[in-house]
């Protein structure tokens, strides 16, 4: 079956880089759902997206930003690279409020 | 995540059962999951619960939930040295769709 597709799958910026990371949810699947995940944490709720609009917001950044587009996929702006944005950003996709399922993930590493 | 917790760690032999335990906080959650992480990987949906039932048994898994107090586990039985990952418990609540999460429980299994 298929699954949530992330790219990239690792990516490595400076600090004060922008990053641009890309979500292809699963087939029929019209939300998107972004998490951060810190060294040893938990995923945090960043953002997520139904039919093309903002759903809810959660610990967003300013500096960062995100749409999702008429084919469903999303992307994650993310500006003015910190060392602390170096983390595991999971995407999840769901058939409006149902299961979600998780990608496997894009770590960023922030030099 | 703060308002959901779960104990750091777990020690298991092979063949015998686990249990890991999670308590939450927030009476209005509406579904209650339980995710896997491999090191490295992403989150894979293991079980969920709807916060109207007491139990729900999937094969090596059974939920078991205490609403009265907040209290959710996770049972695997039989576990196997391929069960060893980190797992957590989530809770969907009321408002919105977004997941929060627990802090995660280090399964180890030893052979």
């Known amino acids: 079956a298929a699954g949530v597709i992330q790219s990239p799958r690792h990516l490595i910026k400076e600090k004060r880089e922008t990053a641009t990371l890309k979500c292809y949810p699963i087939?029929?699947?019209?939300?998107v759902y972004w998490y951060q995940q810190g060294p040893g944490q938990d995923p945090q709720f960043l953002i997520s997206f139904y039919e093309k609009m903002q759903s809810d917001k959660g610990s967003i950044p300013d500096r960062f930003s995100a749409q999702q587009f008429s084919d469903y996929h999303s992307e994650l702006n993310m500006s003015s690279l910190e060392l602390g944005d170096s983390a595991l950003y999971f995407c999840a996709s769901s058939l409006g409020d149902g299961e979600q399922f998780f990608g496997p993930g894009t770590r960023l590493t922030v030099l | 995540g703060e308002d959901v917790e779960q104990s750091l760690f777990l020690s298991v032999r092979e063949g015998d059962s686990s249990v890991i335990n999670c308590t939450y906080t927030d009476s209005s959650s509406t579904y209650l999951y339980w995710y896997k992480q491999e090191p490295g990987a992403g989150l894979q949906l293991l079980t969920y619960i709807f916060s109207n039932m007491d139990m729900k048994q999937d094969q090596r898994l059974t939920v078991l939930l205490n609403k009265k107090d907040k209290h959710l586990s996770l049972r695997i039985a039989d576990t196997q040295t391929g069960d060893s990952a980190i797992y957590f418990c989530a809770e969907r609540r009321n408002a919105g769709n977004m997941l929060t999460f627990g802090g995660g429980t280090r399964l180890m299994v030893k052979p």
């Open positions: 087939p029929r699947h019209d939300t």
